[in-house]
């Protein structure tokens, strides 16, 4: 069983940075294989934000994000990061981390909590 941790969310001024790290425990964490970042904002449905493979060689962003978010991954701390910056007060949103599937942006079994990140303009 794989359990999924978030955190380093919290409320930034538009133009700030935050970064996110999800802590993966109860399972090797090379055999998760695929993660990912999805984010729902309020009343809106969840999207995918980044995605990246098990050796980090193919990652994956959705546009809105591109040129200011960086998703990666340490193996041997069996962790993943997002480095937001330049945030908009439209990247406000509860931000998942997720484990597994079948390609990179296909959402697999496994979900955090999720962390607030809030931005304010």
């Known amino acids: 069983q794989v359990q999924l941790v978030e955190s380093g969310g919290g409320l930034v001024q538009a133009g700030g940075s935050l970064r996110l790290s999800c802590a993966c425990s109860?399972?090797?964490?090379?055999?998760?294989?695929?993660m990912r970042w999805f984010r729902q904002a309020a009343g809106k449905e969840r999207e995918l934000v980044a995605a990246?493979?098990?050796?980090?060689?193919?990652?994956y962003y959705t546009d809105s994000v591109k040129g200011r978010f960086t998703i990666s991954r340490d193996n041997a701390k069996n962790t993943m990061y997002l480095q937001m910056n330049s945030l908009k007060p439209e990247d406000t949103a509860i931000y998942y981390c997720?484990?597994?599937?079948?390609?990179?942006?296909?959402?697999?079994?496994?979900w955090g909590q999720g962390t607030q990140v809030t931005v304010s303009s």
């Open positions: 109860g399972r090797t964490f090379s055999t998760t294989n695929r």
């Open positions: 997720n484990a597994g599937g079948l390609t990179i942006a296909t959402p697999g079994d496994y």
């Open positions: 990246i493979s098990v050796s980090g060689g193919i990652i």
